[in-house]
């Protein structure tokens, strides 16, 4: 698909994700067949300000292309500064954030507030089209609350900024993750739009997904916490909107050669020790459902090194597991 000037092989997204998202996970997901992926979201103040954490995300590896990098802020100033700066970083995308529910986001006006005033919505998306030589986009909630539906207008107002993409999270910014998303309303926002529509909520497996393009006409798909504890959802949705095919649940063999890559990689980022610190919930993820496999996650949730976690996996299937 094409989102401005930029080719994108695939409908399928990762979305960012706090505290998952890092270098190691985009790679595992990019390897499982998403087709854009991004880090978590970063302060378009950090960026502005020169800030070492939040300019730390601004690093890719060149097996992850495309990549974007969401910001989130209220100052318009900063936002395009940042703009400036993340079209140097070796990114593909910017997308701005009018959708994060977390408290200390919108309370400094950022996130989902943003969908509460549209003149400062406005300023913002002019500010990052114009410093920006990257294609910009936008993801965002349905509205405040469910008596606030503005996510027609703010679509509509973004696509006249210049934002050359809209992925819409059917829930209001007061329902968080609770109840289901309104899918109908991402099929309005494509009907309204000419700029691609990007679907996100409730895609739990591949059938949900090919529902989700097939009810609503949007262009594409962003996966979230599904993701984070299956990254082989790419691949089986890509393998049932091609020929219709429900993939087999992954043999344990190859979750635990997936859990050894991905553990290599974030050691070999963070360090031993906080890299496998890190993974100890990727594992849990990853080992849940295996037969008699609770002794296996109690011991993994005490890893402290790569050779812990592949000893743990060795003598877990040399207790005669299936593979």
């Known amino acids: 698909m094409q989102i401005g000037n930029l080719n994108i092989p695939g409908p399928l997204f990762l979305a960012p994700l706090a505290g998952i998202s890092n270098r ?46 969401q910001i989130f802020g209220a100052n318009p100033e900063n936002i395009r500064k940042a703009a400036a700066v993340i079209s140097q970083s070796g990114a593909d995308l910017i997308d701005i954030n009018l959708g994060c529910p977390v408290k200390k986001v919108v309370g400094k006006n950022g996130g989902a507030a943003l969908l509460k005033d549209r003149q400062l919505t406005h300023e913002i998306m002019n500010a990052a089209v114009e410093a920006s030589s990257l294609p910009v986009t936008v993801k965002m909630r349905t509205g405040w609350d469910n008596k606030s539906d503005h996510y027609q207008e703010i679509g509509e107002l973004a696509q006249a900024s210049g934002i050359a993409a809209v992925a819409l999270h059917a829930r209001s910014r007061a329902a968080g993750f609770s109840g289901k998303s309104d899918w109908s309303k991402i099929a309005i926002l494509k009907n309204a739009l000419k700029i691609p529509v990007i679907g ?29 504890r299956n990254p082989y959802i790419f691949g089986s949705i890509k393998v049932f909107l091609r020929d219709r095919t429900v993939s087999p649940e992954p043999a344990i063999s190859d979750k635990i050669a997936l859990s050894l890559d991905h553990a290599a990689l974030i050691i070999a980022q963070f360090g031993e020790r906080s890299g496998a610190l890190m993974m100890r919930k990727h594992l849990a993820w990853y080992t849940k459902g295996f037969p008699a496999g609770a002794p296996l996650r109690a011991r993994l949730m005490t890893v402290t090194s790569l050779d812990d976690i592949r000893r743990a996996f060795q003598e877990f299937l040399q207790s005669s597991h299936p593979v």
Do not use: W
């Open 24 to 69: 190691p996970f985009r790679l595992i997901a990019r390897r499982c067949g998403a087709d854009m992926a991004y880090p978590e979201m970063v302060s378009a103040d950090g960026i502005a300000m020169g800030q070492e954490k939040s300019l730390s995300y601004l690093d890719f590896d060149a097996e992850e292309h495309p990549v974007g990098v």
């Open 200 to 228: 996100n909520g409730d895609i739990h497996s591949a059938e949900d997904a090919a529902r989700m393009l097939a009810e609503t006409g949007c262009d594409a798909i962003m996966v979230g916490r599904a993701a984070m």
